[in-house]
């Protein structure tokens, strides 16, 4: 099959990567000349050009650009394809990608792999990066079948574990386990930093291990991606942000009140609780 990758960075090179060792012949778009050269020698697509034109030939089109260029890039990309040519996409959220592309493209399913790192670009491409990762795809009633069959087999032979919902479920699920922990994990860093006393922070950050790398390392993370996950499913984070907030101020009153046996019930609650996300 010919697969069109738009945007070749770490979910696009990543995705190429692993279509070309199946046997795929991957066409690769993206914005620099020399990323295009950099996929070629690191082996995630067959061609590359700057040039949408390229793309002309895939079958199915995964579009990989950063969130906010999804929609755009896909409206330049229309006068290329042909009617049959099957689109998805891999943006972080799915409701204004689904409502704004669906209309233009027959042929179109939303889909998101839950699957990254916190570093971004070409070079940070990875082989296997999806293997038994949720890959999340987002039918509507008007999406053919046929484009859902085709997607669903590609993303299968990825390793991945497939799930489908409605795009706003899905943007609600993810503001939970993926948009706030990235705003809370920002927060820890930015509150460490505000210590005052530069000798405790610097102790602070010699003392720094595995708790602090595990916790802060969304917050680290991309700018860009964080910033798209705000803009684009600002209600949704906004939403369960209050809701920490409130999950905070009930922390402060237990722990300022001294309330021991209140806090203990609750940290063995979440103790109870996390596994379920884990599995
Ligand atoms: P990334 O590493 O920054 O890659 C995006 C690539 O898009 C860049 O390498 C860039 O290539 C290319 N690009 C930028 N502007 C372009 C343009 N005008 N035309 C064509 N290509 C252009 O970002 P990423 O982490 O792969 O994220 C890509 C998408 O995956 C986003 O929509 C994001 O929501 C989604 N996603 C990310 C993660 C994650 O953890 N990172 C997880 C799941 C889904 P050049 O080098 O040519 O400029």
């Not at 070409?122 to 296997?128: L, P, Q, T, V, Y």
């Not at 720094?208 to 984070?237: I, Q, Y």
């Amino acid at each position: 099959m010919k697969i069109g990758i738009l945007g070749l960075g770490l979910i696009g090179g990543s995705l190429g990567w692993d279509l070309r060792s199946q046997g795929h012949h991957v066409l690769g778009v993206s914005r620099r000349e020399s990323t295009c050269s950099k996929a070629i020698a690191l082996g995630s697509v067959s061609e590359a050009s700057v040039d949408l034109n390229l793309l002309s030939a895939a079958d199915v089109v995964f579009i990989c650009t950063p969130l906010g260029l999804i929609i755009p890039k896909f409206e330049e990309l229309i006068p290329y394809l042909s009617p049959s040519t099957i689109v998805t996409d891999v943006g972080s959220v799915k409701a204004p990608i689904v409502k704004a592309l669906s209309p233009l493209w027959h042929n179109f399913i939303g889909g998101h792999p839950m699957a990254g790192s916190t570093d971004n670009g070409i070079e940070a491409r990875e082989s296997n990066l999806f293997v038994n990762k949720p890959y999340v795809l987002t039918p509507i009633s008007t999406t053919p079948t046929y484009a859902v069959e085709v997607v669903e087999k590609i993303v299968r032979s990825l390793g991945a574990n497939i799930y489908h919902c409605h795009p706003e479920q899905h943007d609600r699920a993810v503001s939970w386990i993926s948009h706030l922990p990235v705003m809370v994990s920002g927060s820890l860093i930015a509150a460490c930093m505000s210590e005052t006393d530069s000798e405790v922070l610097e102790l602070a950050k010699k003392f720094a291990s595995s708790g602090f790398r595990d916790t802060s390392r969304v917050g680290g993370g991309n700018p860009e991606l964080g910033l798209m996950m705000a803009r684009f499913n600002r209600e949704a984070l906004l939403n369960s942000l209050q809701q920490y907030r409130h999950k905070l101020d009930d922390l402060i009153n237990i722990i300022d009140q001294e309330d021991w046996t209140t806090l203990e019930e609750k940290l063995k609650l979440n103790h109870k609780a996390r596994p379920d996300f884990m599995e």
